[in-house]
């Protein structure tokens, strides 16, 4: 669990990710350098291509939105005390039973197919996180373990299906059949035309909304309710929980669905925004990217909101930078987003110690 800080607030979500972020793109500089490119023009390219113009900024939120749901998902499980490491498996079944519900509810109602594809993806999800919580609450099982071997399972069910039972019929590649035409989530280009505002085309669609909503939802919960309290208590310190008469299993079972839930929403944004059928790879590593938005947000929702920017910029802008200076290569963007997933993640507490001296000796001096 996160160790007790002595530093203000603004200070310990905003000033230490921000000199972890610098640390990371300081030694992603030099290696620029020394592949002999300018690592200014680099980062003045990586910020044209992920905010110079509407098409990019669209995609840059697209991708943001995928690690909004999966950083949401790792930061409730945290909250209770959990690593839940199996957002990409979650992810996957909140995808089928998306696609499940679409199917089922058919083309003569695509709103209403729509509307049951969003509690399909939510369901599955919770359900894909129920068996590891159960283990883990009422027969020791390590969460670590299991999340992660489900991601496994998940995997290979998912696979198994697309090139058996749900396989587009005549296709040969592991996807499913399109929805039916009108079922979808609504770009936000078009939602902004109906306003009348013009902005250019993009995959980002109106996924990113119930993120957001999914985000406020997270903050009240956990800051502004009786469960959110419990649930954080039972994170701190199981025993006080259970002394103060706190259900710690239940508590554990259900931290674990809320989580599964928000990873298997995912889908929303690539199934039911983009893609319009199910396809085998549309996980991309972003349950696994999730768990560095969570940590580099210090698990506070508005922090994952800023960190899930951050990765969809480095996404975005990467493929730019990549396509623009030939020596970086789509290999050294990678260690470029993994440079800031090792400072601002593994390394986060590096400019803790001496950030803290230094603002113990203002308040010594003020005093």
């Known amino acids: ?13 905003g000033l230490l990710p921000a000199l972890n972020l610098l640390a990371a793109f300081i030694v992603s500089g030099l290696v620029i350098w020394g592949l002999g490119e300018d690592p200014f023009l680099a980062l003045s390219l ?11 900024t669209g995609y840059t939120f ?5 690690f909004v749901f999966t950083g949401l998902a790792v930061s409730v499980a945290y909250h209770a005390g959990l690593f839940n490491i199996g957002g990409e498996g979650q992810a996957m079944l909140g995808g089928l039973g998306l696609t499940l519900a679409v199917f089922m509810v058919g083309g003569d109602a695509p709103m209403l197919a729509a509307l049951a594809g969003i509690v399909g993806a939510a369901l599955f999800g919770a359900a894909w996180a129920f068996i590891p919580a159960w283990l883990q609450a009422k027969r020791g099982s390590h969460i670590v373990i299991t999340t992660i071997m489900f991601n496994f399972i998940a995997s290979a069910l998912l696979a198994y299906l697309l090139v058996g039972p749900l396989q587009r019929p005549g296709g040969q590649m592991p996807e499913s059949a399109d929805f039916p035409p009108g079922t979808g989530l609504t770009p936000m280009h078009e939602l902004f035309g109906a306003l009348g505002v013009s902005f250019e085309e993009s995959p980002l669609n109106i996924s990113a909304l119930i993120a957001l909503l999914c985000v406020i939802a997270v903050w009240f919960t956990l800051n502004r309710t009786r469960f959110g309290y419990e649930l954080r208590v039972v994170g701190k310190n199981h025993s ?4 103060a008469g706190v259900p710690v299993a239940r508590m554990t079972i259900v931290a674990m669905m809320i989580s599964g839930a928000l990873a298997g929403m ?12 199910l396809i085998g790879n549309f996980t991309l590593g972003y349950g696994f990217v999730g768990i560095a938005v969570a940590f580099m947000g210090r698990n506070h929702p508005l922090g994952i909101v800023l960190a899930a920017v951050l990765f969809g910029a480095l996404y975005q ?10 020596n970086i290569t789509r290999d050294l963007i990678v260690m470029i987003q993994g440079l800031v997933i090792l400072f601002a993640g593994a390394m986060e507490h590096m400019f803790r110690d001496p950030i803290e001296r230094l603002f113990m000796r203002f308040e010594r001096r003020a005093a």
Not at 2 to 12: D, N, T
Not at 317 to 326: Q, S
């Open 317 to 326: 802008g990467g493929a730019e930078l990549a396509f623009e200076m030939p």
């Open 46 to 56: 990586m910020w044209e291509g992920a905010f110079g113009f509407e098409e990019a």
């Open 1 to 13: 669990m996160a160790r007790a800080s002595k530093l203000p607030l603004w200070a310990e979500v």
């Open 240 to 243: 006080a929980a259970r002394f």
């Open 266 to 277: 995912m889908g929303l944004n690539e199934i039911l925004g983009e893609q319009h059928r």
């Open 62 to 66: 697209y991708y943001a939105t995928n």
